[in-house]
């Protein structure tokens, strides 16, 4: 279950300013804190299958970030996100971590809550997306975004390329919904990032990742029954993710281009991933397994307008008494976006979606969706 907390800008301020400096070193200059608040709210016809924004006038994802240095050491960031669920307003505790930032040889270690690094969309803020929903992707098997509490070590490594391993221990908790459990450690990752420039207009990214759940089974039979989906009545709201699996294999491969290396006044992005989510229940076989992938590229007319494309499938198996009955779910995607700065967003999207087997609740739907920030706002990742 995730926690609730009632914080505002001003008592995270308070409570930060209240941490207690060492008395033999100065402490950093509060000018050095960035704050930073993401407002996020918009228009949609209709619900989508497994989609995380309701029907109506929501106020999407809303974020409110603090962070910098500690000490020359270590740095910390809290991300607190306002969100609607079934018509309630939430508040959340998405980010709560300290990392390191001197250590050698290319190691950083990061503790506390944060975005886990599996695949190439989760380590982003969804603000920072193309679209104003998330691949199904990552909505049936992460949630839309998977954070978790844990550790994590990455290791950069010393090759004329971008080459990044990572590993990362975590609860499991938010993941699988499960708010009880005699593990200690519910979920490890393992990840690989590759990435480079070939001349001055092209830049890519490959990645390999692996989730496994310790947690799969762990719940009593009613509380697994709770988290059950039904393709009838659920929309997905919920940060665990719809389907569960002991094994979950991710694959995502991004290509960028940009004349002259300039992507401010034109772009196009290309990215793909693909996942398998293995052993979706203790009885199932090892060949038994759920599957997604998606496809998509957008591409900057000029500094101002964006246009983008998505293809999605999802290809799950629903447990009916000793066996599995097939269910798929197409999705498509097309937006245009009104970009006048790097700091704000006015989004047009429409969304089909296909019924292929299982899921009564697919339906067109169009929004129209604004993402605004103010004050410090940190460059996007690759």
Not at 36 to 51: E, I, K, M, P, Q
Not at 127 to 142: C, G, I, M, N
Request: aromatic residues 10%.
């Amino acid at each position: 279950m995730i926690t609730k907390f009632a914080l505002t800008p001003l008592s995270l301020a308070f409570a930060l300013s209240l941490l207690p400096a060492q008395a033999n070193e100065a402490a950093p200059s509060s000018a050095a804190l960035e704050l930073g608040l993401t407002l996020d709210g918009g228009f949609s016809s209709r619900d989508l299958a497994l989609g995380s924004r309701e029907r109506g006038f929501s106020v999407g994802h809303t974020e409110l970030s603090l962070g910098g240095a500690i000490d020359p050491a270590f740095s910390g960031r809290a991300t607190a996100v306002l969100h609607q669920h079934e018509g309630a307003t939430e508040l959340e505790l998405e980010e709560a971590y300290v990392e390191t930032q001197t250590l050698p040889a290319g190691l950083q270690v990061r503790a506390g809550r944060f975005l886990s690094q599996i695949g190439y969309l989760n380590p982003q803020h969804v603000h920072t997306d193309d679209f104003s929903e998330r691949p199904l992707l990552y909505r049936a098997f992460l949630g839309s975004h998977y954070f978790d509490d844990g550790l994590r070590v990455n290791w950069l490594l010393p090759t004329p390329f971008y080459w990044q391993l990572g590993a990362e221990a975590l609860s499991g908790k938010t993941l699988t919904g499960v708010s009880e459990t005699r593990q200690r450690v519910g979920a490890y990752t393992v990840s690989s990032k590759l990435g480079g420039d070939i001349g001055t207009a092209h830049s890519w990214q490959f990645g390999l990742s692996y989730l496994r759940n310790q947690l799969l089974g762990e719940a009593p039979a009613e509380e697994e029954e709770e988290h059950v989906h039904s393709h009838e009545d659920e929309h997905g709201h919920s940060h665990a993710g719809s389907y569960q699996g002991r094994h979950l294999y991710l694959a995502d491969a991004v290509w960028k281009w940009a004349p002259g290396g300039n992507n401010r006044e034109r772009q196009l992005r290309l990215s793909a991933e693909y996942a398998r989510l293995a052993q979706p229940s203790l009885a199932a076989s090892k060949d038994d397994a759920h599957q997604a992938w998606y496809l998509a590229a957008a591409l900057r007319l000029n500094p101002q307008w964006e246009v983008a494309a998505r293809l999605d499938e999802l290809k799950v198996l629903e447990a009916h008494d000793d066996h599995f009955h097939k269910g798929r779910l197409q999705e498509r995607s097309l937006a245009l976006a009104y970009k006048p700065s790097h700091f704000s967003t006015v989004r047009l999207q429409f969304s089909q979606q296909r019924d292929r087997g299982g899921f009564a609740a697919a339906s067109n739907a169009v929004s129209l969706n604004y993402t605004m920030s103010l004050g410090a706002h940190g460059a996007h990742a690759f």
